[in-house]
């Protein structure tokens, strides 16, 4: 059984930062992380490769985003900058078994979710 466990979110300032963690049991996974903002559908944010040499971003948070990853902990974190209220969403950690360094951005490819963390970015 696969678990996502994740950490970090909470309230915080327009122009503010917060880092959002997710620790995964098992194999190597390729990671991601994607969010749902009130009234709105689960979108992607941001996915790295198993070994971190490939990443990708939504247009909406490159630049401000950064992805990451500790291989030796199995872990994927979520570094989000200059925060805006229209980043308040409630974040989910995403995960799939790879041999490769594609890099996925599709909701439907991931295997295994966390539970979400909720972010709220007041104005």
């Known amino acids: 059984q696969v678990h996502l466990v994740e950490s970090g979110g909470g309230l915080v300032q327009a122009g503010g930062s917060l880092r959002l963690s997710c620790a995964a049991s098992g194999l190597t996974f390729s990671m991601a992380w994607f969010r749902r903002a009130p009234g709105k559908e689960r979108e992607f944010v941001a996915a790295i490769s198993r070994s971190g040499v490939n990443t990708d971003y939504a247009d909406s948070v490159k630049g401000r985003f950064t992805i990451s990853r500790d291989n030796a902990k199995n872990t994927a974190s979520l570094h989000m900058n200059s925060l805006k209220p229209e980043d308040t969403a409630v974040y989910y950690c995403?995960?799939?078994?790879?041999?490769?360094?594609?890099?996925?951005?599709?909701?439907?490819?991931?295997?295994?979710w966390g539970q979400g963390t909720q972010v709220t970015v007041s104005s």
């Open positions: 995403a995960a799939r078994p790879s041999n490769t360094e594609y890099v996925m951005t599709m909701e439907y490819g991931y295997d295994y």
